[in-house]
């Protein structure tokens, strides 16, 4: 759920064969306007079956701070790590930014999809790591997000050596410093086909 443009009101914003009107706007000879004026959204409602159009919405500029929702994938940055999970801050909610910092926790049972049970968070991610994951439940003011990086795109994006330098990914378990050659576990997120090895 990423804002696409600013609008004004009464400004046509699609066709009803395009989307399905959400908050903030208004049909008119099966065109969906904006109602106020504020960030367009487009959401996909992926759990009803009728619903195969995205819902469009106006939100206030003032109320256009995002928050990570249900489906989302969000960048985050490892802040801790421990035995049973990794805290993280969320930074992004897709490519947007947050203006309010957001906690999150990647527990041990949804860094991957396989081999649950053998997972070792410190394998997995260091402090400072930056992490492609999905929301898998909302928190609240008193408790964190609830992370998983169980597929196959998600997982450490960027990470650094103990030498300071950006490591290359080289399987989806291991990053390596080209500085010092050193090889590091992470759960690296889908590795691009150039960097494999052979």
């Keep these: 759920m990423s804002p696409r443009k600013l609008c004004v009101p ?30 367009v959204f487009r959401k996909n409602e992926g759990e009803e079956v009728r619903a195969k159009l995205p819902v469009i919405s106006v939100v206030k500029e003032t109320e256009a701070q995002l928050l990570p929702d249900v489906g989302a994938i969000v960048t985050c940055k490892v802040t801790s790590i421990n035995p049973r999970f990794a805290k993280v801050h969320i930074l992004y909610v897709g490519s947007t930014p947050l203006k309010d910092r957001f906690r999150g926790t990647i527990r041990k049972e949804d860094v991957r999809a396989t081999e649950k049970d053998k997972v070792e ?8 790591d930056i992490v492609l994951a999905k929301v898998i439940s909302l928190g609240d003011v008193q408790s ?7 597929e196959n795109e998600l997982g450490v994006v960027v990470a650094h050596s103990e030498a300071g330098v950006q490591m290359i990914p080289i399987s989806w378990c291991e990053m390596q410093c080209p500085r010092t050659h050193g090889k590091e ?11 494999l090895q052979a």
Aim: charged share 20%; net charge positive; aromatic share 16%.
């Design 144 to 150: 964190n997000y609830l992370l998983t990086t169980a």
């Design 185 to 195: 576990f992470r759960k690296v997120a889908r590795v691009q086909p150039e960097f």
């Design 121 to 128: 968070i410190y394998k997995s991610f260091r402090p400072g």
């Design 10 to 39: 009464g400004e046509k914003l699609c066709s009803t064969d395009d989307c399905i009107p959400g908050t903030g706007t208004y049909l008119r000879h099966g065109y969906i306007f904006a109602a106020l004026a504020g960030y």
